[in-house]
C-alpha cells in the first residue's frame, strides 16, 4: 500500500489560512487523496477528497500537486473548533490513519 | 438523518469479562468497519462488512474477538474474555457501497465505545 508523510503537528493563529501538507510519492494513478480529522473526544470525521484537480468544499480545499505526490490541505479561516487530528489517506475501504498531523490554533 | 450509533458509550470490566459493543450505521449503509486505537498507538483496522458477510476480517486480533452483522443492519463487536490490553476505544463507520476499487467512498464514523479493562 501507499504510504503517506505528515508532520506530527503545526500551530497557527485563529481566523488565519492553514496549509497542512501530506507526501505520497508511491501513490497510483488510481489512487484518491483523501482527508478525515478527527477532533478530541470524537469519532473521525471526513474532510474532502480528490483524485487531480483540486478541490474545494465547505469545510476546506485540496491542492493537488502535478504529480500528484503532494497535497495540501488548506482551511482558508481556521478556528478554534478546527483543532484536531488530520490524516492524509490514500485507500479507504480500509483505511490506514497513521500518526496524522496534531493542529493546535492560537487564540 | 441520523448518523453512526455507537453503544455504550462507555464500558469498564473486569479482566476476564465479556463485553459486547454495538454498532448502528446509517441507514442504507452496506458497508459496515470496526476499527480500534488502544493507549498512546494509532487508529488500526479490525474488519469490514459488507452487508451481512464478512469482507476483510485481517485486523482482528486474536480469536477472543467476533463480530456479527445480523441481517446487514447493526453489528456487534464481543470480547470475550477481555485482557487488559483491550483496553482502548472502539469506532464503527459506515459507508455507501461503491464499485470496488473505485477509491472514492467516505466513511462516516460514529462517537466510539471507550473500554477500560481492569
Known amino acids: 500500500d501507499a504510504k503517506t508523510t505528515q508532520p506530527n503537528s503545526m500551530e497557527s493563529n485563529e481566523e488565519e489560512p492553514v496549509h497542512l501538507p501530506c507526501n505520497h510519492s508511491t501513490i497510483s494513478g488510481t489512487d484518491y487523496i483523501h482527508w478525515y480529522r478527527q477532533l478530541p473526544s470524537q469519532g473521525p470525521e471526513y474532510v474532502i477528497h480528490g483524485l487531480t484537480s483540486n478541490v474545494n468544499n465547505r469545510m476546506a480545499s485540496l491542492a493537488i500537486a502535478e504529480d500528484r505526490k503532494s497535497s495540501t490541505l488548506i482551511l482558508h479561516r481556521a478556528t478554534l473548533r478546527d483543532a484536531a487530528v488530520y490524516y492524509c489517506i490514500l485507500r479507504v475501504d480500509k483505511i490506514i490513519f497513521g500518526k496524522g498531523t496534531r493542529l493546535h490554533i492560537l487564540p | 438523518e441520523a448518523g453512526v450509533t455507537q453503544f455504550p458509550s462507555h464500558s469498564v470490566i473486569e479482566k476476564g469479562q465479556t463485553v459486547t459493543l454495538r454498532c448502528d450505521p446509517i441507514?442504507?449503509?452496506?458497508?459496515l468497519y470496526w476499527y480500534r486505537r488502544v493507549m498512546g498507538k494509532e487508529i488500526k483496522f479490525l474488519l469490514h462488512?459488507?452487508?451481512?458477510?464478512?469482507?476483510?476480517e485481517s485486523g482482528m486480533p486474536n480469536n477472543r474477538f467476533l463480530a456479527e452483522r445480523t441481517g446487514g443492519t447493526y453489528s456487534t463487536l464481543k470480547v470475550q474474555p477481555a485482557e487488559l490490553e483491550d483496553s482502548g476505544v472502539y469506532f464503527c463507520?459506515?459507508?455507501?457501497?461503491?464499485?470496488?476499487?473505485?477509491?472514492?467512498?467516505?466513511?462516516?464514523f460514529g462517537p466510539g465505545t471507550r473500554l477500560l479493562v481492569l
Open positions: 441507514s442504507g449503509h452496506d458497508n
Open positions: 463507520a459506515s459507508s455507501q457501497l461503491w464499485l470496488k476499487g473505485e477509491g472514492q467512498e467516505t466513511q462516516y
Open positions: 462488512f459488507v452487508k451481512e458477510s464478512k469482507q476483510d
